[in-house]
Nanobody
């Protein structure tokens, strides 16, 4: 019923850009707009890393130091979609990127992930 679907991943050269999308559907009672949304990334065999998050209320944003100044998280409330604009990509950004939504009542959901590969 509840779905988070990531898209926009792909292969890009170092220094290039990609925009990831997280489209939400099936949220009732607590609507998607009431959730904090985060982007994580993970390389096989390594710990999943928090990349960026955007608040449900004032839209405040937080970023991992490794992506600060290069990535921008945003949301479109009308489209129930959260974006991650990734600029100046580096090979170390290569990972599967996951979207997560959660609220203060303990509800949380994960998307299935989208692959980002940065290589020359």
């Amino acid at each position: 019923q509840v779905q988070l679907v990531e898209s926009g991943g792909g292969l890009v050269q170092p220094g290039g850009s990609l925009r990831l999308s997280c489209a939400a559907s099936g949220f009732t009672g607590f609507t998607f707009s009431s959730y904090v949304v985060s982007w994580y990334r993970q390389v096989p065999g390594k710990e999943r890393e928090l990349v960026a998050s955007i608040a449900d209320t004032d839209g405040s944003r937080n970023y991992a130091d490794s992506v600060k100044g290069r990535f921008t998280i945003s949301r479109d409330y009308g489209k129930n979609t959260v974006y991650l604009q990734m600029n100046s990509l580096k090979p170390e950004d290569t990972a599967v990127y996951y979207c997560k939504a959660f609220n203060t009542f303990g509800y949380q959901y994960w998307g299935q992930g989208t692959q980002v590969t940065v290589s020359s």
